[in-house]
């Protein structure tokens, strides 16, 4: 009888049943594993952007503060500085020290790598007196006061409500919707607001 032909070298065979691994009780195939999804996208605050700014001294207050951070410049390497500093609310200022408050450990710790620049101690000086400092915390409790990018946000939500209510009370937009039974405006094409300058 002529022999039986053999597989290829280079061709894998499959093994037998015999040869395979038993699946363990506790690891049963196919099921899936759980999916880890954040609460909150990356970037955006959970903090209630419409908490109470804390009292101020003296020294400074949230006000004071987010004043401070917008007029930052961004040359000099300030701009990561600012990018910062404008996630950080205002705390408490005493004894030469303004205390700001982080959301999360990344932002803090961000902030403390960027301690000592010499044009932030500059402006420091400048605006609050030589050795005033800066203390930075985690506010995990929500007691700072409104970041400079949610009072930004804020400014441009009133702005923008601002503009879209004096469209649609125009007088000639007004007229026009006169002459049709039932008309609506459903959106209204606003300009982008680029620059905040009355930061309070």
Request: hydrophobic residues 40%.
């Amino acid at each position: 009888a002529p022999a039986a032909a053999s597989a290829p070298p280079d061709r894998p065979t499959a093994p037998s049943p015999a040869a395979a691994a038993p699946v363990p009780a506790d690891d049963p195939p196919n099921v899936p594993m759980p999916t880890l999804v954040a609460s909150t996208p990356p970037g955006v605050s959970r903090r209630n952007p419409g908490r109470p700014d804390p009292a101020g001294s003296p020294l400074c207050d949230a006000t004071r503060w987010r004043r401070f951070v917008h007029a930052l410049p961004r040359d000099d390497g300030m701009g990561p500085v600012k990018a910062a500093l404008a996630t950080a609310g205002f705390l408490a200022a005493d004894d030469g020290v303004i205390q700001v408050g982080f959301e999360g450990m990344v932002a803090l710790n961000q902030a403390r790598n960027l301690r000592g620049h010499p044009a932030l101690e500059e402006s420091i000086a400048q605006s609050f007196g030589e050795g005033t400092r800066l203390g930075f915390s985690l506010d995990a409790e929500e007691a700072s006061g409104r970041t400079l990018n949610e009072e930004v946000d804020r400014l441009r939500a009133q702005r923008r409500a601002a503009l879209d209510a004096n469209a649609r009370n125009h007088t000639k937009v007004q007229l026009t919707l006169a002459q049709f039974d039932g008309g609506v405006i459903e959106g209204v094409r606003l300009p982008e607001i680029k620059e905040v300058t009355d930061v309070q």
